[in-house]
């Protein structure tokens, strides 16, 4: 076995891992992994994928008046990761990051949307890990990463109990 | 005085004898660990060992039915997680050309009936988890353990989470 095809294994049986636990948890996902090139690719990503985040939380507050403080705590969560990743840039001597900022407009307020959002964050971090080759950039990113998936548990768990 | 946390760790370690290298960088005593093949196999052994305790002390949780009713079926999801998590480590190592260590024995859960403080013990073990993978990851050398560890670690975080949601404990 190669060790290309030895670490697409890995990641596929990580993905697994994962997948497995979001079946149990109402989720779900394809089994596939993304290689990212570069560090920038990776940080640019991570940037469009919490844009996409932010703008469905702005939804679900104009749409949910009870969620004004849960959004409002996982807007500032996710502005924080964003200056983080800013400091990652600067540290990597990388350009600044484009905010994407999707016009709220472009996503609707549905909570299960917003728990793929958070998901597809949460992925994209675990799959960036690799490319940085930096400790304590991966150390930074992997506790940004755990604070997604805590913010996407909540939605989840949200989620069952509107299904129950 | 030693919190939940801490005395899980060194439980694990202490059973499975763990690198104690790896102990002293996770309590905050060592100095940091070198990237090296060597340091990937110490850190799985180790996450080996936090993966044997908590199946342990989940299952001995279940067996002596001390997980309140209705909170049942999650105990069950999380120790298969937690099997997962072994089963990915130890091929990992396989793959290395090491043979894991099996489940050393665990401590049984103290309280004697189903209740908060059983659930506080396994959220000790969740939080005691993901600290742990938290302060390792960074410095794992290979990237198809780091990935794989990215995938435990968020697994972790959504066990605590739903044990801290249980007990009515702040998530952020």
């Known amino acids: 076995m190669t060790a290309q095809r030895s670490r697409r294994d890995l990641v596929l049986r990580g993905a697994a891992l994962a997948a497995a636990a979001l079946v149990l948890g109402g989720g779900s996902r394809s089994v596939e992994a993304k290689d990212y090139a570069t560090r920038r690719e990776a940080l640019d990503e991570l ?3 919490a844009g996409s985040c932010r703008a469905r939380l702005e939804r679900v507050r104009g749409s949910r008046a009870a969620a004004e403080e849960l959004v409002s705590r996982f807007l500032s969560v996710l502005r924080r990761h964003r200056a983080t990743r800013e400091d990652v840039r600067r540290r990597l001597a990388l350009p600044a990051g484009v905010d994407p900022a999707p016009a709220s407009g472009d996503v609707d307020a549905d909570l299960g949307g917003l728990r793929q959002s958070l998901d597809d964050l949460m992925v994209a971090y ?3 890990l690799p490319v940085f080759g930096d400790s304590h950039v991966v150390s930074l990113l992997a506790v940004e990463m ?3 998936s805590k913010l996407r548990t909540v939605i ?3 989620v069952a109990r509107e299904e129950a | 005085m030693t919190s939940p946390r801490r005395a899980f760790i060194r439980s694990a370690f202490i059973n499975a004898g763990a ?3 790896v102990f002293r960088f996770l309590e905050g005593s060592g100095e940091a660990l070198p990237r090296s093949e060597e340091t990937d ?3 799985l052994n180790a996450a080996l060992g936090l993966e044997n305790e908590a199946i342990g002390r989940y299952g001995d949780a279940l067996a002596r039915d001390l997980v309140p009713s209705g909170l049942r079926e999650y105990a069950v999801e999380f120790k298969g ?3 997962g998590h072994r089963d990915t480590q130890v091929e990992i190592l396989r793959e290395r050309g090491v043979t894991a260590a099996g489940p050393h024995n665990v401590d049984p859960i103290r309280e004697a009936s189903a209740g908060d403080g059983v659930l506080r ?5 969740e939080a005691a988890a993901e600290s742990a993978y938290l302060r390792l990851i960074g410095q794992i050398r290979t990237n198809d353990y780091l990935l794989s560890a990215g995938f435990i670690v968020v697994d972790e975080a959504r066990h605590q989470t739903i044990w801290r949601r249980v007990l009515g404990l702040s998530i952020y």
């Open chain 1, 47 to 49: 940037d469009r994928l």
């Open chain 1, 126 to 128: 675990a799959e960036s």
């Open chain 1, 146 to 148: 755990v604070a997604v």
């Open chain 1, 156 to 158: 989840d768990l949200w």
């Open chain 2, 19 to 21: 690198s104690m290298a």
């Open chain 2, 41 to 43: 196999i110490a850190i």
């Open chain 2, 81 to 83: 997680a937690h099997e």
């Open chain 2, 121 to 125: 013990r396994l959220l000790s073990v």
